[in-house]
Nanobody
């Protein structure tokens, strides 16, 4: 069984910082890109940032210059360093990764999410 487990969410004041982590575990044969999505109350889930296994990154315009995605391939872990946080960053943040296992081939996996609340 493959699992993605996020950690690091919480309550922070506007202008503050948080670091999210997501560790993938289980019978992973191949793990390429990893990413973070977020979903605010009453809104759709959308992409925040992605990173390939070689370290190429992509960001939503709304977080460029404030958030940094990184990963540790040896630990199958992806991070999201969030800075200059704004109340509109308040959302549940989900980790995402397409993963290949011998049992199921390629499948998209999601974490259960971690709540980030930014107070004004």
């Amino acid at each position: 069984q493959v699992q993605l487990v996020e950690s690091g969410g919480g309550l922070v004041q506007a202008g503050g910082s948080l670091r999210l982590s997501c560790a993938a575990s289980g019978s992973i044969f191949r793990l390429n890109a990893m990413g973070w999505y977020r979903q605010a109350p009453g809104k759709q889930r959308y992409l925040v940032a992605t990173i390939t296994s070689s370290g190429s990154t992509n960001y939503a315009d709304s977080v460029k210059g404030r958030f940094t995605i990184s990963r540790d391939n040896a630990k199958n872990t992806v991070y999201l360093q969030m800075g200059s946080l704004k109340p509109e960053d308040t959302a549940v943040y989900y980790c995402y990764a397409p993963i290949y296992t011998d049992q199921r081939g390629w499948m998209n996996y999601w974490g259960k999410g971690t709540l980030v609340t930014v107070s004004s």
